[in-house]
């Protein structure tokens, strides 16, 4: 067993390289990741799917820690796909000297808290062990894959894949026959790629969404050396917007602008195209009368571009405000459907009854295939960290503490978990903002916290369970102070793995005012934590502020 290590990272991705440089080369800690994937990028080291792309315009995502990082470094195109972002990870890895500290291949399985010695156990799936003081999972909020429980799958004779494992060789589409199941932004990204070389694609569709044009273009000279040269701004434009983009949200309400203006600012978005889309109007997502005029705007392009009405109908006929699950950004998706090859299914009035050697069977068909893709989702935000048997004081099992719905302290710590960290955890904007920015914060508090720890001789650091109680409910309270509690079988509130507690879990009330109160519990001493000194506890005095300026939220956040 490696017993010298202060912290232990799990995961190489976007979270774990940063928590790697900040421990190890700003507070001189000894750090290990500990990464299952052959080699780092996380998420993107497993989407290889075909369209994979990523939602952020590529300017707003990358690190902005190291201003010499990125004058460094160049992006090609408006929105960045899963080599080049390797390629951007690996330069990362290479300038920090981060290889060295990081094995590869080794999926924790579990991660038991020693009370006695204040020092995690962790061991993997090959049977090793470390033990360190500080544990941090850095696990990624989609990287537990979702695969329906079809019956009949074991039977199929052909292939299968969920897009989230993608086999690095790649698989060979040209004249097969393909059957996607699933329209979220995965399976809207890949249907026109998969329909360009595939003898034909049957797309299962269960709930339709909308989807705004990306409009993906290489990056112009001229961007590329703005992109360059304002470094600050950009950074200042995601640590200041709600939701970490470099777009700012409208400050105007639907109702401020005529129909004809209205008309003409969604046109002029849908143009421009991508995450953007909703920041047109400040109300969008807080009001439904609001919405219901985007989402009019936006159905009436899919019923323009697809010539079958009744395929049009189909994927037209959304049940929830726009923006209120995820939106997709696409490349041709809808005018995907106008082709020869391409056949949508709408499960809702013709569900997939079981998998059959030869294809999917519906109550009305059986889709001969070749090939099913399951752009089917994930078990988000929980699945990962659940995905690990994690025991906390006294052997208590994460497991069983969140069994009806994760519980932490702003994302970050768990009660009766002492200093185990989440970065982008349950409870915190993670899934709602563009990623990096999340990722930095948290890995910049965590750091900040541990250094804190450590210059004061204390222990170990975890929530008090009212705290966790509190912020719990004020997750809950900012989800309801906008339309996404309009709609409740969206991933966000777990809803698309069987089983699993309707719990909102990713915080609504905004990337920057999240940041704000984070800050501000670290400036009043940790407040809400528990500074564990051997057998003695302090307890940082609640004083009015941070706790009572949570509690009330006006208004989306994102
Ligand atoms: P999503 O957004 O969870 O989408 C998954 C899709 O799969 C969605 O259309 C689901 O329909 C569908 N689905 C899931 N289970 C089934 C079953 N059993 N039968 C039929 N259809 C099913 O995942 P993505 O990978 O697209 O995107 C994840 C995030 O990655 C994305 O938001 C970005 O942040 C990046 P449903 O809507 O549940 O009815």
């Known amino acids: 067993m490696d017993s010298k290590i202060d912290a232990l990272v799990i995961g190489a991705g976007f979270a774990g390289l940063y928590q790697l440089h900040s421990l190890r080369d700003r507070l001189g800690l000894s750090a290990k990741v500990l990464e299952a994937g052959g080699d780092l990028g996380g998420t993107w080291y497993w989407n290889r799917y075909p369209g994979a792309r990523c939602d952020s315009e590529s300017h707003a995502y990358r690190y902005f820690f190291s201003r010499e990082l990125n004058e460094e470094w160049e992006w090609s195109e408006r929105y960045p796909g899963p080599p080049e972002i390797l390629r951007y990870l690996g330069r990362v890895a290479e300038k920090f000297d981060l290889r060295r500290d990081i094995r590869f291949g080794c999926r924790v399985v579990s991660a038991r808290y020693d009370e006695t010695r204040n020092r995690w156990i962790v061991q993997t799936d090959s049977g090793e062990q470390y ?40 698989v060979d589409i040209a004249g097969k026959r393909v059957g996607q199941i699933g329209t979220g932004s995965t399976g809207i990204q890949a249907a026109p790629v998969i329909a360009q070389t595939a003898a034909h694609l049957t797309v299962f569709q269960r709930t339709p969404t909308y989807s705004v044009p990306a409009r993906n273009a290489p990056l112009t000279p001229e961007f590329k050396r703005w992109v360059r040269e304002n470094h600050e701004e950009i950074r200042a434009a995601v640590r200041s917007t709600p939701n970490g983009h470099a777009f700012r949200i409208a400050e105007r309400n639907v109702a401020d602008v005529t129909p004809e203006e209205r008309q003409a600012i969604y046109e002029a978005a849908w143009e421009k195209g991508g995450l953007q889309f909703r920041a047109t109007f400040r109300d969008l997502l807080a009001d439904q009368a609001a919405n219901d005029t985007a989402a009019e705007f936006l159905r009436g392009r899919i019923r323009a571009v697809v010539r079958d009405p009744k395929t049009a109908q189909a994927l037209a006929d959304i049940d929830h405000p726009y923006a209120a699950k995820r939106p997709p950004i696409d490349t041709d998706y809808f005018e995907t459907f106008n082709r020869d090859n391409v056949t949508l299914v709408d499960l809702r009035a013709d569900p997939i009854e079981r998998i059959t050697p030869r294809g999917i069977r519906t109550r009305s068909a059986e889709h001969a295939l070749d090939i099913i893709v399951f752009a089917t989702g994930f078990d988000a935000l929980t699945g990962p960290l659940l995905a690990i048997d994690i025991r906390g004081r006294g052997g208590r099992a994460l ?14 710590q768990v009660p009766g978990f002492p200093n185990f960290f989440t970065v982008t955890g349950p409870g915190s904007p993670s899934v709602l903002t563009n990623m990096p920015v999340a990722i930095e914060q948290h890995v910049e508090w965590i750091t900040d916290c541990i250094g804190h720890l450590r210059r004061n001789g204390i222990d170990s650091i975890e929530p008090d369970p009212e705290a966790a109680r509190r912020w719990g409910a004020h997750v ?29 879990m990713p915080y609504a009330g905004g990337m920057a005012r999240y940041r704000r109160i984070c800050e501000d519990v670290a400036a009043r001493g940790y407040e809400g934590f528990w500074l564990n000194r051997g057998s003695e506890r302090e307890i940082p005095a609640a004083r009015a502020g941070a706790a009572g300026e949570y509690a009330a939220v006006r208004g989306p956040g994102i």
Do not use: M
């Not at 102070?481 to 793995?497: E, F, I």
């Open 399 to 412: 497991r069983e503490d969140w069994r009806a719905g994760p519980q932490t302290y702003l994302g970050l």
């Open 476 to 504: 809950n309270e900012a989800a309801n102070a906008t339309l996404l509690s309009k709609a409740k079988h969206s991933w966000y509130y777990g809803a698309n793995v069987p089983g699993k507690p309707r719990v909102f």
């Open 131 to 170: 033990a360190a003081t500080y544990l941090v999972a850095a696990v990624g909020c989609l990287s537990s894959a979702n695969v329906p429980d079809i019956p009949g799958l074991g039977e199929f004779d052909g292939k299968w894949i969920h897009s989230g494992h993608w086999p690095h060789e790649g």
